[in-house]
């Protein structure tokens, strides 16, 4: 069974940066796609960016393009998510979801088996 836990949310002001982590265990083969997902209060579930083990593909939503870096460590299924330039509206509550198997669409988050229990992000103005 795949696991994920989040971690490295918290409160930081409007232009600041913050990196996330997750890690995630339960890989049988050994390729996986793991995503971030955001919700902020009153909207929906969003795509952040996402990125897949066996051919590096990275990928990111508009609204992050150019603040935001996926990255992975090559030693074990860990990936980071480097927030830079946070806006307010960046605040959410942030998820990492994985998979072993790389989804048709990669902010579609019904590909993804394995979902971590959300870390805050606050971006104050």
């Known amino acids: 069974e795949v696991q994920v836990v989040e971690s490295g949310g918290g409160l930081v002001q409007a232009g600041g940066s913050l990196r996330l982590t997750c890690a995630a265990s339960g890989f049988i083969f050994d390729d996986y796609a793991i995503a971030w997902f955001r919700q902020a209060p009153g909207k929906n579930l969003e795509g952040v960016s996402g990125?897949?083990?066996?051919?590096?593909?990275?990928f990111y939503a508009d609204s992050v393009k150019g603040r935001f870096t996926i990255s992975r460590d090559k030693a074990k299924p860990t990936v980071y998510l480097q927030m830079n330039s946070l806006k307010p509206e960046d605040t959410a509550v942030y998820f990492c979801?994985?998979?072993?198997?790389?989804?048709?669409?990669?902010?579609?988050?019904?590909?993804?088996?394995?979902w971590g229990q959300g870390t805050q992000v606050t971006v104050s103005s």
């Open positions: 979801a994985a998979d072993p198997y790389r989804p048709g669409i990669w902010n579609n988050a019904a590909e993804y088996s394995a």
């Open positions: 990125i897949i083990k066996s051919d590096g593909r990275t």
